[in-house]
């Protein structure tokens, strides 16, 4: 078994040579440890670093951002002939003496992404806004994966092979939502295992403000959500407008049957028509997106099986 440890960084000089010393250098079950870091266009010496610490490391001519650093790490680390890689954060917030906690389920096949949850474990700090933003951005990933997950921000997260072949990540910005999503569609098994979060020196470099951050991540799982479940989402949003137009429709059609006049009504008959057509509009483009959901699928199936050789 080879384990690849990735860490997306940026400007991480300081502390990216004291998160590779913390990693562990022999874990039962794996035979060889590969530390890749993924520099995202720093401007200090992080990747001299890494290097002097016996890293690999993979530079982004330009700063790329978080998801699409964390893209470019796990094809690299798949590339390496990884057979589970660990993503973990390059600021020390997390424990890597807990590599092999994070690894263990991966090894006994009993889990295919393995989650580091804050939450179910010890935090020495955390801002109470991005607490409880975590805590919101957890809950509605859990509504619509249907994984029991506590914590759905952790960076800290281990991938078997497979999984790591099924990512397709699409977002520019986080992709910590986007993988949970992903692994849910293609039935997965996710598991978390509690883990200690270490207060942070400094602020974050991959991620600036949280208003922006849960801006950017929410719609990240908007689109994920509509990519994965296009038809309950305009069956939902078509079926209301639908409803509201029969409704309407229903106080037309009787005073229509009892009178033979539709005349102090025809506001509410233009209205009616109006949702009852709107309605039909976007249950259509529902069986639309539906049909090319099941259309990339099959594409996905055909790039797996590239991936994987197969």
Partial sequence: MKLVITI???NEEETIGKVIDEIPKK????????VLVIDDGSSDSTASVAKKKGATVLRNKKNLGLA?????????????????????????????????????????GEADLVLGSRF?????????????????????????????????????????????????????YTY??????????ANLVV????????????????ISGILNYAA???????????????????????????????????KVLLHFI??????????TAILTAILLIFGFQIIMIGLLAEMIKNKRSIEEEILYRMKAGK
Avoid: C
């Avoid at 874990?27 to 590969?34: A, D, E, F, L």
């Fill in 216 to 250: 950017r991540a929410g719609a990240t799982l908007v689109i994920g959500y509509l990519n994965h479940k296009p038809l309950r989402v305009f069956l939902g949003v078509g079926g209301l407008f639908f409803l509201a137009g029969f409704i309407l429709g229903m």
């Fill in 191 to 206: 598991k978390e295992i509690p883990i200690e979060f270490r207060k942070r020196e400094g602020s974050s470099r991959l």
């Fill in 176 to 185: 910590t939502q986007e993988t949970i999503l992903q692994a849910a569609a």
């Fill in 258 to 267: 009892a009178t033979g006049l539709v005349s102090p009504f025809i506001p």
């Fill in 8 to 10: 997306p960084a940026y």
């Fill in 68 to 108: 699409t650093t964390f893209k470019r790490g796990l094809e690299k680390a798949l590339d390496m002939g990884a057979d589970i890689i660990v993503n973990t954060d390059a600021d020390l917030q997390y424990n890597q003496q807990q590599i092999p906690a994070l690894v263990a389920p991966v090894l006994a």
């Fill in 120 to 172: 179910r474990g010890s935090i020495e700090y955390m801002p109470l806004q991005k607490k409880w933003g975590n805590r919101l951005s957890s809950w509605i990933v859990r509504r619509v994966s249907g994984l029991p997950i506590s914590d759905a921000q952790t960076g800290f997260r281990a991938f078997s092979r497979e999984a790591a072949l099924r990512m397709n990540i699409q977002s520019t």
């Fill in 27 to 34: 874990i039962k079950g794996i035979k060889k440890i590969r």
